[in-house]
C-alpha cells in the first residue's frame, strides 16, 4: 500500500481554480522534491492536503495509508500522520511554546492510545529533540513564533515534526529564507529524521536544498497540474535550463 | 470568519432558566412611597430611610451618564421592579427552612447551600432576586470577630457599623447609577475584619436575579481593620428573559492601616441573545478606599456576561504606601458592549499601582477599556504601571483603549503598554494541523491571552473563569 495517492486532485480558494487534477503516489521511506515558480499552486497543494478551510476540493481524491483523506477533519489528519510545515507560521502570542508542543504531543499521543507526558517528562523529550535543529532551548519558553526571525521559525516548524514524528511530511518552502548555515542545520535535521516508516515531501523553487537532502523523485508543478516527473537529476536539469522548456513541453 | 470559528463562540447561556417560586414583589416604578416601602418592609432605622431619600432626592436631578462607549435605548426607570423577594418572607432559623426549589436552583448552578457541600474553606452568602438567602459558616467566622451576614442582617445587629462605613467611599452624590442604588438598594453582603485578623477562608457572595423585570441593585460593604486580609469572591447569573434588567450595585471597601483586601468577580450575567435581545445592564460602582499606610486593595474580575458593561472598580490610595491593583478580563460577543477599566488615584507618598487589563471581542460586540491614573500633588514616589492587551476574534467586533494619565507632581512615574492582536484563521489552521481541536485550540490561546490576569485569582475560581470563557467563545473561533 502506498502512503498517499492523489488522483486527479481539483481545489479551488475564493472561486478561482488553482489545482486542476494534480497525480502524485508517495511510498514509505521516499523523498519527493515538488518544484516550480511561485504562483504554480505548490502552497495550494500542501494546504488542501493538511486540510486548511479556505480550500474547497472541487474534484479527484486521495487516499493516505489506503483511507479517503478528506473525510478527515484537519486535526484528524494530524492524528493520522500528516504533518505540514508551513511556508509562512504564525505567531501566537501568550501561548509557550512549550506548552503547545505538548498539547500536541500529548494529543497525538492520546489518539493512538500512547503514553502522555507531564511537562517535566516532556521537558526530557524537547531536550533531546531540540538538538535535531540545534535551537536554544530558551525558545521553548518563547511564545510560538512570536519575535522569531523568519530562519528561527522554520526551524520551530522542524522541532514540531521531530517532536510529532509524523509518517509524511510535507515541508512547505522550508529553504526560503534561510542562510546556508541555518540550511544546513535543517537538511541534516530532516535527514535524521528520515526512516524507512515515513516520507518527505520538499516543497521548493530552488536546487539548493536538495544538494543537502536527496530526493528520490522530483515534480514540476506549473499550472495547478505535476507536469514532469523524474529522479533527482532533474532538479538540476531545472536549474540549469530554467522551467520554460517543461512548461512547453506540458 | 468561519463558520467553526462562529460556533465555538456561540453557546448558549446555561443558567437562563428561572425558578418557579412565589415572588412577593413592590409595585413597578419609582417614588418616595415606594422607597418608603422598602425601607419598611427592610424594618430598617430612621437614618437609613434618611439616607435613601436624599439620594433619591440628589438622583432626580442627574441625568444617565452618556459618556460610555456603549449605545442603548434610554432606560424607563419607572418601568422597573425595585424590590422582588421568594415568599414567605420569615425569619430563616435553618437552611432547611430555605424553599427547596431555591436550593435546587443554586444547586443547579453549581453553588450547594448545604455547607457541608459547599466548596471547602469557602463561605457563601447568597443573594436571590432581593433577599439573601443564607449566609454559610456564619457562626464559625463570628468565633474570631468577623462579621459576614447579608447587609440588612448588619443594619439590624451592628448598626453602628454599617452608619460609619456605608456610602464612606462611595458617597450616594458619586454618579447617577450609585446615587440610584443609595436610594433604591435591597441586599448585599457585609464583611467585617476586626484589627489583627487574617479571615482564614474566602468570603463569597453569589447573586441571582430571577424575577423579570426586576432590577438588582446590591450593595457590598467590605472593612479590613488594622492588619486585616481578607479575600472575597463574587459570582452573578440571571435567567434568559427577552427584556432588558437593569443590575446597579455598588461596593465599597475600606482598608485601614496595613490591611488587604483581595476582591474577585466572575461575572457571568446573562448577555441577551446573538442579535441583542434581552441581557443585563450592569451598571456598576466599585471602589476601594485604601485609608491606611500601607494597605493593599486587590481587584481582579472576569466579566464574560450582561448586555452591557459598564464599570471600573477603582482604588483611592489615601495612606502612605499604599498599593492598588486591577486585574481584568472583559470578554465580549455578539451584540455584547463592555466599557470598563479602573481608576487609580494616588494620593499619599510612595503610593503604587498596577493595572492589567485583557479584553477578547468575538462576534459584532464593542470592548472598551477606559482607565484613570491620577498622581496627586502630595503623592511623591508614586508609581503606576498599565497594560492593556486587546483580542479580537473574527473581523465584525470592535476594541478600543482610552487612557487617562493625570500627573500632578514631577516625581510620579507612570508606565504604559498596549497591545492589539487577533486570533485568525491561520492561527486555529496551525493547532488543527498538529492535531490539536478547536476548543483546545481557543482555550489555550486565550488562557495564554489571560494568563496575568487569571493567576491572581483565587485557584477554584481561576479553573471556572478558565471554563466559561472556552464555553462563550465556542463556536467563534476556527
Ligand atoms: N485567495 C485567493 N484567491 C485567488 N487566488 C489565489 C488565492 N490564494 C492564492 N491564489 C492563487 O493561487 C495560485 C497558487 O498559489 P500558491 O499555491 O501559493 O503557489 P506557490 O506555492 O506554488 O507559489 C497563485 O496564482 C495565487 O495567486
Ligand atoms: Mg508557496
Known amino acids: 500500500m502506498k502512503l498517499l495517492q492523489v488522483k486527479g486532485l481539483k481545489a479551488s480558494v475564493d472561486g478561482v ?3 486542476k487534477g494534480v497525480d502524485l503516489e508517495i511510498g514509505y521511506g521516499e523523498v519527493h522534491a515538488i518544484m516550480g515558480l511561485n504562483g504554480s499552486g505548490k502552497s495550494t497543494l500542501s494546504k488542501v492536503l493538511a486540510g486548511h478551510p479556505a480550500y474547497t476540493v472541487t474534484g479527484g481524491e486521495v487516499l493516505f495509508e489506503g483511507k479517503n483523506l478528506f473525510e478527515l477533519a484537519p486535526e484528524e489528519r494530524a492524528r493520522a500522520g500528516l504533518f505540514l510545515a508551513f511556508q509562512y507560521p504564525v505567531e501566537v502570542p501568550g501561548v509557550s511554546n512549550s506548552a503547545f508542543l505538548r498539547l500536541a504531543y500529548n494529543t497525538q499521543q492520546a ?4 503514553e502522555e507526558l507531564d511537562p517535566l517528562e516532556f521537558d526530557d523529550l524537547v531536550r533531546e529533540r531540540i538538538k535535531v535543529v540545534e535551537m536554544d532551548p530558551a525558545f521553548l519558553d518563547r511564545s510560538v513564533n512570536e519575535g522569531f526571525s523568519g530562519g528561527e521559525k522554520k526551524r520551530n516548524e522542524i522541532l514540531q515534526m521531530a517532536i510529532l514524528s509524523p509518517k509524511l511530511a510535507i515541508l512547505d518552502e522550508t529553504d526560503s529564507g534561510l542562510d546556508i548555515d541555518a540550511l544546513r542545520i535543517v537538511a541534516n535535521g530532516v535527514n535524521s529524521l528520515r526512516s524507512e516508516h515515513n516520507a518527505i515531501v520538499m516543497v521548493t523553487h530552488y536546487q539548493r536544498l536538495l544538494n543537502y537532502i536527496v530526493p528520490d523523485f522530483v515534480h514540476v508543478m506549473h499550472a495547478g497540474r505535476i507536469v514532469k516527473t523524474g529522479g533527482k537529476e532533474l532538479a538540476l536539469e531545472l536549474e ?3 522551467y520554460d522548456w517543461v512548461r512547453a513541453a506540458a | 470568519m468561519s463558520s467553526t470559528l462562529q460556533q465555538l463562540v456561540n453557546q448558549p447561556y446555561r443558567h437562563g432558566f428561572v425558578t418557579d417560586i412565589e415572588t412577593e414583589v413592590v409595585p413597578k416604578g419609582l417614588s418616595e412611597e415606594v422607597i418608603r416601602l422598602i425601607s419598611k418592609k427592610k424594618e430598617e432605622p430612621e437614618w437609613l430611610l434618611e439616607f435613601r431619600l436624599s439620594a433619591y432626592r440628589h438622583w432626580l436631578t442627574l441625568e444617565a451618564p452618556d459618556w460610555a462607549a456603549v449605545s442603548h435605548p434610554p432606560i424607563d426607570f419607572q418601568e422597573i421592579i425595585y424590590f422582588a423577594q421568594p415568599k414567605p418572607k420569615k425569619q430563616l432559623a435553618s437552611l432547611d427552612e430555605v424553599d427547596p426549589e431555591l436550593l435546587r436552583t443554586f444547586e443547579k448552578l453549581g453553588v450547594p447551600l448545604h455547607e457541608q457541600k459547599i466548596m471547602a474553606g469557602v463561605a457563601v452568602d447568597v443573594i436571590f432576586d432581593s433577599v439573601s438567602v443564607t449566609t454559610t459558616y456564619k457562626a464559625k467566622l463570628a468565633e474570631i470577630g468577623i462579621i459576614f451576614c447579608s447587609l440588612s442582617e448588619a443594619v439590624k445587629e451592628h448598626p453602628e457599623l454599617v452608619r460609619q462605613y456605608l456610602g464612606s467611599v462611595v458617597p450616594p452624590s458619586d454618579n447617577f447609577y450609585a446615587a440610584l442604588n443609595s436610594a433604591v438598594f435591597t441586599e448585599g453582603s457585609f464583611c467585617f475584619i476586626p484589627k489583627g485578623v487574617k479571615c482564614p477562608m474566602d468570603l463569597s457572595t453569589y447573586f441571582r436575579i430571577n424575577t423579570e423585570g426586576s432590577g438588582q441593585f446590591e450593595r457590598t460593604l467590605i472593612v479590613a481593620e488594622e492588619g486585616a486580609s481578607v479575600s472575597y469572591l463574587e459570582g452573578c447569573t440571571a435567567p434568559q428573559f427577552d427584556t432588558n434588567q437593569l443590575h446597579a450595585a455598588v461596593v465599597e471597601l475600606v482598608a485601614l492601616d496595613n490591611a ?4 474577585s468577580t466572575v461575572q457571568n450575567w446573562y448577555a441577551g441573545d446573538e442579535s441583542g435581545v ?11 478606599l485604601c485609608r491606611g499606610v500601607n494597605s493593599k486593595i486587590s481587584w481582579t474580575q472576569v466579566e464574560t ?5 459598564w464599570k471600573y472598580p477603582s482604588c483611592v490610595l489615601l495612606g502612605d504606601g499604599s498599593v492598588g491593583e486591577f486585574y481584568s478580563v472583559a470578554l465580549t460577543n455578539h451584540m455584547q458592549q463592555a466599557d470598563t477599566g479602573t481608576k487609580m488615584v494616588h494620593v499619599g507618598r510612595n503610593t503604587r499601582s498596577t493595572i492589567v487589563s485583557k479584553g477578547i471581542s468575538a462576534g459584532r460586540s464593542s470592548n472598551s477599556y477606559r482607565g484613570l491614573v491620577k498622581i496627586g500633588p502630595k503623592a511623591m514616589g508614586a508609581r ?7 483580542m479580537l476574534i473574527g473581523d465584525q467586533c470592535s476594541a478600543n483603549t482610552y487612557p487617562t494619565v493625570e500627573v500632578q507632581n514631577e516625581n510620579g512615574v507612570v508606565e504604559h503598554e498596549a497591545s492589539t492582536s487577533r486570533i485568525g484563521e491561520d492561527q486555529m489552521f496551525l493547532f488543527a494541523s498538529r492535531g490539536i481541536g478547536q476548543e483546545e485550540a481557543v482555550s489555550m490561546i486565550i488562557n495564554g491571552f489571560c494568563r496575568d490576569v487569571f493567576m491572581h485569582l483565587p485557584l477554584e475560581f481561576a479553573v471556572e473563569a478558565t471554563k466559561l470563557l472556552g464555553l462563550k467563545l465556542e463556536g467563534s473561533v476556527g
Open chain 2, 278 to 288: 434581552g441581557g443585563i445592564y450592569n451598571f456598576v460602582t466599585k471602589r476601594g
Open chain 1, 111 to 114: 489518539s493512538k492510545g500512547g
Open chain 2, 305 to 309: 456576561g450582561s448586555a452591557i458593561t
Open chain 1, 240 to 242: 540549469e535550463r530554467g
Open chain 2, 384 to 390: 503606576n504601571y498599565s497594560q492593556c492587551d486587546s
Open chain 1, 17 to 19: 481554480q488553482i489545482l
Open chain 2, 260 to 263: 488587604e483586601i483581595k476582591y
